[in-house]
């Protein structure tokens, strides 16, 4: 079985983290994000995926040589010269995707993280007999997305509505599809879209159905969803009573930390916190809804609260860093000074406060 993962362009919603690496390749939850999508691909048997991709490919092929090693699993590029949207990708990478098999295939969009139920969706896909399987997934206010309007008992989809004025339904598209191998012969190679283009064409012959997505949703493609999405993400493994997440008197609620990571006395961690490799947190650090990326240092009595803070980054004795401040790589906060919503760039050194929400160059 095959899987195609949507990888597109610059991730500039999620900058300055995305200035060092491809945005699948930021860490989420202590593993690059595209990772959590390959693994739950590979446990259901998937034997090949196949990254679309435009932006930084050798980055990205240099990286996943070392994953298909370990996982045993075929990764290949399909990369695009244009950008190709959601459904010209697929017309890409049509020769790979279709084997003498006939099997369908997974599609992915690689923001999107959740419990990846592809076991459920292989056998909901099988009983309904049609041409493709979207997941959706409940929201509060369907009023910001596009809405999949479908009958209740069987799932089959009648239409899809944007951002609808009025309530037509409460569950949308959550980015997780999978489709048999003749839905390529519907797409052309240009740059064209599967949610406004090639499924409601499916959906008019009857042949497209939803499955309601079980459990979390979270598409972490900018900073104040990828905070929400790690708290449900270890909502999740705590659920499952996952060995993964922290235990001892200095944990507040859900952590999940590297055993390489170094924590001091009186430190007080979580909830919602998770701690890179190489990590250093000295004494008397309160940490709570943030991401500690790899080799970065917490230095005595800093607060870090809803933040990201980069790779082999510093923060300084007495700082506080707060309200959705994202440091890149390599930044290093002094000694003392706060951070209120700060945005700054990598290899920078931030020797006085930001006191309202700004980007540093």
């Known amino acids: 079985m095959k899987a195609l993962i949507l990888v597109g362009g610059f991730g500039t919603r999620l900058r300055p983290l995305t200035l060092s690496v491809p945005k699948p390749l930021v860490d989420f939850a202590n593993k690059p994000m595209i990772l959590h999508q390959i693994e739950a691909l590979k446990a259901i048997g998937v034997t090949e995926v196949v990254l679309a991709i435009n932006y930084q490919p050798k980055i990205m092929q240099n990286f996943l040589k070392e994953f298909e090693k370990k996982l045993d699993i075929r990764i290949t590029c399909s990369q695009e010269t244009e950008p190709l949207g959601t459904a010209g990708p697929l017309a890409l990478a049509r020769d790979i ?59 089959r989809v009648e239409k899809f509505v944007e951002k609808p004025k009025i309530f037509v339904g409460n569950k949308i598209n959550a980015g997780i599809y999978l489709l048999n191998p003749s839905v390529l012969d519907r797409i052309q190679l240009r740059p064209t879209s599967i949610e406004k283009e090639v499924f409601p064409s499916i959906a008019a012959e009857k042949k497209l159905h939803a499955m309601v997505l079980p459990g979390f949703w979270m598409d972490i493609g900018q900073p104040k969803d990828y905070i929400t999405g790690l708290r449900l993400y270890l909502d999740s493994l705590r659920k499952k009573s996952s060995p993964d997440l922290a235990v001892g008197p200095h944990i507040l609620g859900n952590v999940l930390m590297d055993e ?102």
Not at 304 to 309: A, G, K, L, N, Y
């Open 260 to 361: 390489s990571a170094v924590i001091g006395d009186g430190c007080l961690i979580g909830p919602d916190v998770a701690i890179g490799p190489g990590c250093v947190i000295e004494s008397g650090v309160r940490l709570s809804r943030c991401t500690i990326m790899r080799g970065v240092r917490i230095k005595k009595h800093a607060c870090v609260s809803s933040s990201i803070v980069g790779w082999h980054s510093t923060v300084g004795r007495w700082a506080r860093v707060e309200n959705m401040t994202i440091l890149g790589e390599d930044v290093h906060v002094g000694d003392e000074v706060y951070s209120n919503g700060g945005v700054v760039l990598p290899h920078k050194e931030i020797k006085s406060s930001i006191l309202k929400p700004e980007i540093v160059m």
């Open 97 to 155: 995707l279709r084997d003498d098999s006939g099997e369908p295939f997974f599609v992915l969009n690689s923001d999107v993280i959740c419990d990846y139920p592809l076991k459920q969706m292989i056998e909901f896909h099988k009983s309904h007999g049609g041409e493709a399987s979207i997941m959706v997934t409940k929201v509060d206010e369907p009023s910001k997305y596009g809405v999949v309007v479908m009958e209740e008992g069987t799932g």
